[in-house]
Protein backbone atom coordinates (compact mmCIF):
# COMPACT_ATOMS: atom_id res chain seq x y z
CA UNK A 1 0.00 0.00 0.00
CA UNK A 2 1.15 3.31 -0.67
CA UNK A 3 0.03 5.54 2.19
CA UNK A 4 -1.15 8.30 1.02
CA UNK A 5 -0.26 8.81 -2.69
CA UNK A 6 -2.09 11.96 -2.48
CA UNK A 7 -3.92 14.76 0.53
CA UNK A 8 -5.71 17.54 0.16
CA UNK A 9 -7.33 19.81 2.75
CA UNK A 10 -9.88 22.49 3.15
CA UNK A 11 -8.04 26.18 2.45
CA UNK A 12 -8.67 27.69 6.24
CA UNK A 13 -9.21 24.88 8.25
CA UNK A 14 -6.07 22.16 9.81
CA UNK A 15 -7.50 18.47 11.10
CA UNK A 16 -5.25 17.58 13.87
CA UNK A 17 -2.36 14.98 12.21
CA UNK A 18 -2.95 15.91 8.68
CA UNK A 19 0.35 17.73 8.56
CA UNK A 20 2.07 14.86 10.09
CA UNK A 21 0.64 12.55 7.51
CA UNK A 22 2.46 14.35 4.68
CA UNK A 23 5.79 12.41 6.15
CA UNK A 24 3.94 9.17 4.61
CA UNK A 25 3.46 10.97 1.18
CA UNK A 26 4.28 8.22 -1.62
CA UNK A 27 5.97 6.05 1.06
CA UNK A 28 5.17 2.52 0.69
CA UNK A 29 3.77 0.91 3.93
CA UNK A 30 3.58 -3.06 4.07
CA UNK A 31 1.33 -5.17 6.38
CA UNK A 32 -0.87 -8.08 6.87
CA UNK A 33 -4.50 -7.73 6.47
CA UNK A 34 -7.19 -10.70 7.07
CA UNK A 35 -10.44 -11.26 5.58
CA UNK A 36 -12.81 -14.30 6.58
CA UNK A 37 -15.28 -16.39 4.93
CA UNK A 38 -18.60 -16.24 7.22
CA UNK A 39 -22.32 -17.67 7.36
CA UNK A 40 -23.89 -14.60 9.43
CA UNK A 41 -23.33 -11.11 8.97
CA UNK A 42 -23.83 -8.39 11.01
CA UNK A 43 -28.22 -7.29 10.98
CA UNK A 44 -28.36 -3.47 9.61
CA UNK A 45 -31.76 -3.10 11.64
CA UNK A 46 -30.05 -4.25 15.50
CA UNK A 47 -26.33 -4.64 16.15
CA UNK A 48 -26.47 -8.43 16.60
CA UNK A 49 -25.11 -11.39 14.57
CA UNK A 50 -27.76 -12.79 12.09
CA UNK A 51 -27.20 -16.39 9.91
CA UNK A 52 -27.15 -15.81 6.32
CA UNK A 53 -30.30 -17.24 4.21
CA UNK A 54 -29.53 -21.25 2.92
CA UNK A 55 -30.06 -19.95 -0.47
CA UNK A 56 -26.97 -17.52 -0.19
CA UNK A 57 -23.41 -17.44 -0.21
CA UNK A 58 -21.32 -16.85 2.56
CA UNK A 59 -20.02 -13.31 2.88
CA UNK A 60 -16.68 -12.34 3.03
CA UNK A 61 -15.65 -9.55 5.86
CA UNK A 62 -12.79 -7.88 7.33
CA UNK A 63 -11.09 -9.26 10.58
CA UNK A 64 -11.55 -5.88 11.80
CA UNK A 65 -9.17 -6.13 15.17
CA UNK A 66 -6.10 -7.76 13.40
CA UNK A 67 -6.45 -5.30 10.41
CA UNK A 68 -6.66 -2.29 12.82
CA UNK A 69 -3.85 -3.61 14.58
CA UNK A 70 -1.79 -3.99 11.54
CA UNK A 71 -2.77 -1.01 9.93
CA UNK A 72 -1.73 1.30 13.09
CA UNK A 73 1.30 -0.20 13.64
CA UNK A 74 2.77 -0.01 10.23
CA UNK A 75 1.90 4.37 10.63
CA UNK A 76 2.79 4.50 14.01
CA UNK A 77 5.20 1.88 14.99
CA UNK A 78 4.89 -1.42 17.13
CA UNK A 79 5.73 0.64 20.02
CA UNK A 80 2.79 3.13 19.65
CA UNK A 81 -0.09 0.89 19.72
CA UNK A 82 -1.36 -0.62 22.83
CA UNK A 83 -3.98 -2.57 21.71
CA UNK A 84 -6.68 -2.65 18.90
CA UNK A 85 -10.14 -3.98 19.94
CA UNK A 86 -13.65 -4.72 18.65
CA UNK A 87 -15.93 -4.00 21.33
CA UNK A 88 -17.71 -7.41 22.21
CA UNK A 89 -20.80 -6.00 22.43
CA UNK A 90 -20.68 -4.11 19.00
CA UNK A 91 -18.97 -5.02 15.66
CA UNK A 92 -19.42 -1.65 14.69
CA UNK A 93 -17.04 -0.18 17.25
CA UNK A 94 -13.37 -0.28 17.64
CA UNK A 95 -11.34 1.25 20.42
CA UNK A 96 -7.36 1.42 19.46
CA UNK A 97 -5.16 2.17 22.90
CA UNK A 98 -2.10 3.98 22.62
CA UNK A 99 0.75 3.99 24.65
CA UNK A 100 0.72 7.69 25.14
CA UNK A 101 -2.58 7.07 27.05
CA UNK A 102 -4.92 8.75 24.25
CA UNK A 103 -7.91 6.50 22.62
CA UNK A 104 -9.66 6.29 19.18
CA UNK A 105 -12.76 5.15 19.44
CA UNK A 106 -14.46 4.30 15.86
CA UNK A 107 -17.94 3.55 15.23
CA UNK A 108 -19.07 2.69 11.87
CA UNK A 109 -22.52 4.21 10.79
CA UNK A 110 -22.92 3.11 7.57
CA UNK A 111 -21.73 1.07 5.00
CA UNK A 112 -22.76 0.05 1.34
CA UNK A 113 -21.13 -2.10 -1.34
CA UNK A 114 -22.13 -2.30 -5.15
CA UNK A 115 -20.25 -4.77 -7.94
CA UNK A 116 -20.29 -3.32 -11.45
CA UNK A 117 -18.77 -6.38 -12.84
CA UNK A 118 -17.67 -10.10 -11.83
CA UNK A 119 -13.98 -8.97 -11.18
CA UNK A 120 -14.53 -5.60 -9.82
CA UNK A 121 -16.25 -4.45 -5.93
CA UNK A 122 -17.03 -1.47 -3.99
CA UNK A 123 -17.20 -0.55 -0.60
CA UNK A 124 -18.18 2.84 0.84
CA UNK A 125 -18.40 2.68 5.03
CA UNK A 126 -18.84 5.96 6.97
CA UNK A 127 -17.04 6.12 10.34
CA UNK A 128 -17.81 8.45 13.63
CA UNK A 129 -14.41 9.00 15.03
CA UNK A 130 -13.66 9.99 18.69
CA UNK A 131 -10.21 10.88 19.89
CA UNK A 132 -10.14 10.54 23.74
CA UNK A 133 -6.96 12.88 25.35
CA UNK A 134 -5.85 14.13 28.03
CA UNK A 135 -7.03 17.59 26.21
CA UNK A 136 -10.11 18.15 25.08
CA UNK A 137 -11.37 15.79 23.16
CA UNK A 138 -11.87 15.83 19.27
CA UNK A 139 -14.48 14.42 16.66
CA UNK A 140 -15.27 13.89 13.07
CA UNK A 141 -16.53 11.74 10.54
CA UNK A 142 -14.59 9.57 7.97
CA UNK A 143 -16.15 8.54 4.72
CA UNK A 144 -13.86 5.70 3.10
CA UNK A 145 -14.76 4.22 -0.50
CA UNK A 146 -12.77 1.91 -2.12
CA UNK A 147 -12.52 0.18 -5.33
CA UNK A 148 -11.61 -3.76 -5.72
CA UNK A 149 -10.32 -5.12 -8.72
CA UNK A 150 -9.59 -8.38 -9.19
CA UNK A 151 -6.43 -9.29 -11.08
CA UNK A 152 -6.37 -11.98 -14.19
CA UNK A 153 -3.48 -13.76 -12.74
CA UNK A 154 -3.97 -15.91 -9.35
CA UNK A 155 -0.68 -14.44 -8.09
CA UNK A 156 -1.55 -10.79 -8.72
CA UNK A 157 -3.94 -10.41 -5.89
CA UNK A 158 -6.09 -7.33 -5.81
CA UNK A 159 -5.46 -3.89 -6.54
CA UNK A 160 -7.60 -1.39 -5.28
CA UNK A 161 -8.12 2.78 -5.13
CA UNK A 162 -9.42 4.05 -1.54
CA UNK A 163 -10.68 8.02 -1.52
CA UNK A 164 -10.96 8.95 2.36
CA UNK A 165 -12.92 11.76 3.17
CA UNK A 166 -12.14 13.67 6.68
CA UNK A 167 -15.19 15.99 7.62
CA UNK A 168 -15.80 17.99 11.19
CA UNK A 169 -17.85 16.84 13.37
CA UNK A 170 -20.74 19.48 14.39
CA UNK A 171 -18.62 19.69 17.87
CA UNK A 172 -16.03 21.56 15.65
CA UNK A 173 -15.66 25.34 15.98
CA UNK A 174 -15.26 25.20 12.13
CA UNK A 175 -18.10 23.50 11.20
CA UNK A 176 -19.66 26.07 10.11
CA UNK A 177 -17.10 27.09 7.40
CA UNK A 178 -16.87 23.65 6.22
CA UNK A 179 -20.58 22.76 6.56
CA UNK A 180 -20.52 18.96 4.42
CA UNK A 181 -17.54 19.43 2.62
CA UNK A 182 -14.44 17.63 3.45
CA UNK A 183 -11.68 19.49 5.44
CA UNK A 184 -8.86 16.60 4.32
CA UNK A 185 -8.89 13.46 1.46
CA UNK A 186 -6.86 10.60 1.26
CA UNK A 187 -6.06 9.04 -1.88
CA UNK A 188 -4.36 5.56 -1.14
CA UNK A 189 -3.35 2.57 -3.89
CA UNK A 190 -3.86 -0.94 -2.61
CA UNK A 191 -1.92 -3.80 -3.53
CA UNK A 192 -3.28 -7.07 -1.71
CA UNK A 193 -1.70 -10.06 -2.23
CA UNK A 194 -2.23 -13.80 -1.08
CA UNK A 195 0.52 -15.00 1.33
Not at 77 to 92: T, Y
Request: hydrophobic fraction near 35%; proline fraction near 8%; avoid cysteine.
Amino acid sequence: MTAPSGIRRAPEIVTPGFESNRRYLNQPMQFQVRFERVDQVQSKSRDRIIPLPQQTESAIVADREFNGLNIAQAYLGDSAIRSVKVDPASVNRQITELRSGRQLISIVTGRNTETPSRDRFIATEVTNQYFRSTNQPYFNQVETTTAYHHLPSPDSGIQAWQITAIYLSPQDPDYFKALDKPVALYRYRLQLKPI
